[in-house]
């Protein structure tokens, strides 16, 4: 099980920090993503971690800005938002899975395991 959190209520440029825990797991040996959606959109790719873990994946409109990281101690995966904008706002899912690889690591197919989601509002 996932569960996401630390979404909220952000003025534009400022930053949040979403984290995701998994319960009954380890994300050692799974590719972690952060997708998210907004209403009538289909839910779109933001970040992710290879299964590995030595490489990351952006989506283009959140390079420079978004980080993800993970705590393999803790059993979590961070995703450190930076400069945000009012096109931010969403509802972000975490997603893992061990045996997403890299070609589909951005599709939304290559993950049985989500998160309940949590929602960032960035206003202008």
């Known amino acids: 099980q996932l569960q996401a959190s630390g979404g909220g209520l952000v003025q534009a440029g400022g930053s949040l920090r979403l984290s995701c825990v998994a319960s009954g797991r380890t994300f050692r040996s799974y590719a972690v993503a952060w997708f998210r959606q907004t209403p009538g959109k289909e839910r779109e790719f933001v970040a992710a971690?290879?299964?590995?873990?030595?490489?990351?994946y952006y989506k283009d409109s959140v390079k420079g800005r978004f980080t993800i990281s993970r705590d393999n101690a803790k059993n979590t995966v961070y995703l450190q938002m930076n400069n945000l904008k009012p096109e931010d706002t969403a509802v972000y899912y975490c997603?893992?899975?061990?045996?997403?690889?890299?070609?589909?690591?951005?599709?939304?197919?290559?993950?049985?395991?989500w998160g309940q989601g949590t929602q960032v509002t960035v206003s202008s």
């Open positions: 997603a893992a899975d061990p045996n997403t690889i890299t070609s589909t690591i951005r599709k939304i197919i290559a993950y049985d395991y």
């Open positions: 971690f290879s299964r590995t873990g030595g490489s990351t």
